[in-house]
């Protein structure tokens, strides 16, 4: 080992991870706190807890985990303390499933919390969808909707989705829409005329609205309609009673830039609302300005989904800014737009914002290596919890990797990471290999497919991941690894193979195969130690 790389080997052995800081167990303590009592699917199912009972049991996991992490560190003092941290994430992430599932406590007088209560009251669902899309006719219509004419059982969830109402079947929901609305909070009415003439479609569309106008809803889904702006005005007497939404769904509608102008001014609040999502549209720019607008009046917003909409610079920045107010945002997917370099600055600028992110989408936005670095800069000192990263088709280099290689240090809660469709080549591989080989024990998911990479990219991805507890799946099709290679990273998974992808995409050869990639295993070790200058900041522990 020449001098170099012994030096670089002394100082990376000399990060201790173990014991965290005080300051990191606290937050901790408190992601936990929060994802026990945010409403999930769980937490319909068991129960949500109070915000002091959400405190005492997270306080209590964390000295659990703790002291598990720290029993298992005495045995190996003289180690970085990475198994202790592997230790310290795993048992406190079985014990917090353990509490979502069992729920709220009963009080002592017998009573169980009133999420509870109101939990069973949710249970009562009336749900047609099926597994197959199928038309509806009157008579069909008259028995399908039968239970519903039983008042005395309570309905606050009706799903209408993947069955098309002909406008006879539509008359027949009608009266009996009319006598329930007062007691529903979700409506799912996704997907309800396909097939459908445009002319029957919107008289089925007018006559759900109608008969549904003045509920009280917290979700409504209206998705997989091909409403279009004269779509969105059918259903406008109902969009526009609504005044506590909590959960909007709007996806694969056709929405233009003059149907999201309709949904923004109809809707008359969304002071409420924690969910938006218009996944698969046909936005633009100034449809984007539009939602922009909502979202700025969004400030409980937590999970906004706006991909695939054709949103370019100009809706992307404006997205961005409206963005920078929602400070209680947790997953955020813009993927699939035509964004550029100046929208990924605008929305670096906002993810200070963002404490509690633990999802972000940003995958094909044309970001390149400025708007990635800008991104990435910002987001090392946000979202702590941050547990999914993706960033795929960016065309970013090796010249942001070491950017995006200290932000993926910092966030050792991360579970999911994509940089896939991009060209990191090697020496960004590199980067991200020793980015994640530190820690991250909660870390299942790597994809570095189509990236340029040849064998010491690849060796350096296998090695960083392959002790992990609990990875499933390294994924690194479609790049340029030799023969040899690929039959070294086999080596390096034979105990595991299971979570090694699929390599039958690869191409040895390479595109832009050189004189300098022809070299040997040897001058890929010289690439490595060529690398060793570039390090990745660690926080040191108190």
Same mark, same amino acid.
């Given at each position: 080992?020449?001098?170099?790389?012994?030096?670089?080997?002394?100082?990376?052995?000399?990060?201790?991870?173990?014991?965290?800081?005080?300051?990191?167990?606290?937050?901790?303590?408190?992601?936990?706190?929060?994802?026990?009592?945010?409403?999930?699917?769980?937490?319909?199912?068991?129960?949500?807890?109070?915000?002091?009972?959400?405190?005492?049991?997270?306080?209590?996991?964390?000295?659990?985990?703790?002291?598990?992490?720290?029993?298992?560190?005495?045995?190996?003092?003289?180690?970085?303390?990475?198994?202790?941290?592997?230790?310290?994430?795993?048992?406190?992430?079985?014990?917090?499933?353990?509490?979502?599932?069992?729920?709220?406590?009963?009080?002592?007088?017998?009573?169980?919390?009133?999420?509870?209560?109101?939990?069973?009251?949710?249970?009562?669902?009336?749900?047609?969808?099926?597994?197959?899309?199928?038309?509806?006719?009157?008579?069909?219509?008259?028995?399908?909707?039968?239970?519903?004419?039983?008042?005395?059982?309570?309905?606050?969830?009706?799903?209408?989705?993947?069955?098309?109402?002909?406008?006879?079947?539509?008359?027949?929901?009608?009266?009996?829409?009319?006598?329930?609305?007062?007691?529903?909070?979700?409506?799912?009415?996704?997907?309800?005329?396909?097939?459908?003439?445009?002319?029957?479609?919107?008289?089925?569309?007018?006559?759900?609205?109608?008969?549904?106008?003045?509920?009280?809803?917290?979700?409504?889904?209206?998705?997989?309609?091909?409403?279009?702006?004269?779509?969105?005005?059918?259903?406008?007497?109902?969009?526009?009673?609504?005044?506590?939404?909590?959960?909007?769904?709007?996806?694969?509608?056709?929405?233009?830039?003059?149907?999201?102008?309709?949904?923004?001014?109809?809707?008359?609040?969304?002071?409420?609302?924690?969910?938006?999502?218009?996944?698969?549209?046909?936005?633009?720019?100034?449809?984007?300005?539009?939602?922009?607008?909502?979202?700025?009046?969004?400030?409980?917003?937590?999970?906004?989904?706006?991909?695939?909409?054709?949103?370019?610079?100009? #809706?992307?920045? !404006? +997205? $961005?800014? *409206?963005?920078?107010?929602?400070?209680?945002? /947790?997953? @955020?997917?813009?993927?699939? &737009?035509?964004?550029?370099?100046?929208?990924?600055?605008?929305?670096?600028?906002?993810?200070?914002?963002?404490?509690?992110?633990?999802?972000?989408?940003?995958?094909?936005?044309?970001?390149?290596?400025?708007?990635?670095?800008?991104?990435?800069?910002?987001?090392?000192?946000?979202?702590?919890?941050?547990?999914?990263?993706?960033?795929?088709?960016?065309?970013?280099?090796?010249?942001?990797?070491?950017?995006?290689?200290?932000?993926?240090?910092?966030?050792?809660?991360?579970?999911?990471?994509?940089?896939?469709?991009?060209?990191?080549?090697?020496?960004?591989?590199?980067?991200?290999?020793?980015?994640?080989?530190?820690?991250?024990?909660?870390?299942?998911?790597?994809?570095?497919?189509?990236?340029?990479?040849?064998?010491? #990219?690849?060796? !350096? +991805? $296998?090695? *960083?991941?392959?002790?992990?507890?609990?990875? /499933?799946? @390294?994924?690194?099709?479609? &790049?340029?690894?030799?023969?040899?290679?690929?039959?070294?990273?086999?080596?390096?998974?034979?105990?595991?193979?299971?979570?090694?992808?699929?390599?039958?995409?690869?191409?040895?050869?390479?595109?832009?195969?050189?004189?300098?990639?022809?070299?040997?295993?040897?001058?890929?070790?010289?690439?490595?130690?060529?690398?060793?200058?570039?390090?990745?900041?660690?926080?040191?522990?108190?």
């Amino acid at each position: 080992m020449d001098s170099q790389a012994q030096t670089f080997h002394q100082r990376s052995v000399s990060i201790k991870l173990w014991p965290p800081s005080q300051s990191t167990r606290i937050l901790l303590v408190e992601r936990m706190t929060k994802n026990f009592i945010t409403p999930s699917f769980l937490s319909r199912k068991y129960g949500l807890l109070s915000k002091e009972e959400a405190e005492e049991d997270a306080k209590q996991i964390e000295n659990i985990a703790f002291a598990a992490a720290d029993q298992h560190f005495e045995k190996e003092p003289y180690g970085d303390g990475s198994s202790a941290v592997q230790i310290y994430a795993k048992e406190s992430s079985k014990l917090m499933l353990e509490v979502l599932k069992r729920g709220p406590k009963v009080k002592e007088h017998g009573e169980v919390m009133q999420y509870e209560k109101d939990t069973a009251t949710h249970g009562s669902v009336f749900d047609i969808s099926g597994s197959r899309r199928s038309f509806i006719d009157a008579e069909e219509a008259v028995e399908l909707l039968k239970p519903l004419r039983d008042h005395e059982k309570l309905y606050t969830k009706i799903c209408f989705s993947n069955r098309s109402f002909g406008l006879d079947a539509a008359h027949v929901a009608e009266p009996i829409l009319t006598s329930i609305k007062d007691q529903l909070k979700e409506v799912d009415l996704s997907d309800i005329i396909a097939g459908r003439s445009e002319t029957e479609a919107l008289q089925v569309m007018n006559i759900f609205s109608s008969a549904l106008e003045g509920c009280v809803l917290r979700y409504l889904n209206l998705s997989d309609n091909a409403m279009g702006e004269k779509g969105v005005n059918a259903f406008g007497s109902l969009l526009r009673s609504q005044t506590n939404l909590e959960e909007l769904y709007l996806m694969n509608d056709g929405i233009s830039e003059e149907a999201a102008r309709a949904v923004s001014k109809f809707i008359p609040s969304t002071e409420k609302l924690r969910v938006l999502h218009f996944h698969n549209n046909m936005t633009g720019d100034e449809g984007a300005i539009a939602i922009s607008d909502m979202v700025k009046r969004s400030p409980l917003l937590e999970d906004f989904r706006c991909s695939s909409t054709r949103v370019g610079s100009e #809706g992307g920045i !404006a +997205l $961005a800014e *409206a963005l920078g107010t929602c400070s209680h945002l /947790k997953k @955020l997917d813009l993927r699939d &737009n035509m964004f550029g370099v100046q929208s990924g600055i605008a929305l670096s600028k906002s993810l200070s914002a963002f404490a509690d992110l633990t999802e972000i989408y940003l995958s094909y936005l044309n970001l390149e290596d400025k708007g990635t670095e800008a991104l990435a800069n910002s987001l090392k000192e946000s979202a702590p919890s941050l547990e999914v990263l993706e960033i795929a088709g960016n065309d970013i280099t090796a010249r942001s990797a070491a950017a995006l290689a200290t932000c993926i240090a910092a966030k050792q809660f991360i579970t999911r990471l994509n940089l896939s469709e991009n060209e990191l080549k090697d020496e960004g591989a590199i980067l991200i290999s020793k980015a994640v080989a530190e820690g991250h024990g909660q870390l299942t998911e790597v994809d570095l497919n189509t990236n340029s990479i040849r064998r010491a #990219g690849a060796r !350096a +991805l $296998a090695q *960083a991941v392959v002790h992990k507890p609990g990875f /499933k799946l @390294l994924n690194i099709n479609a &790049n340029f690894i030799s023969d040899e290679g690929i039959d070294e990273v086999r080596e390096i998974f034979k105990n595991s193979l299971n979570v090694l992808g699929p390599l039958d995409e690869n191409d040895p050869e390479g595109e832009d195969l050189d004189e300098e990639a022809e070299e040997d295993a040897d001058n890929e070790v010289d690439l490595e130690s060529k690398l060793k200058g570039l390090e990745i900041k660690q926080e040191e522990n108190n």
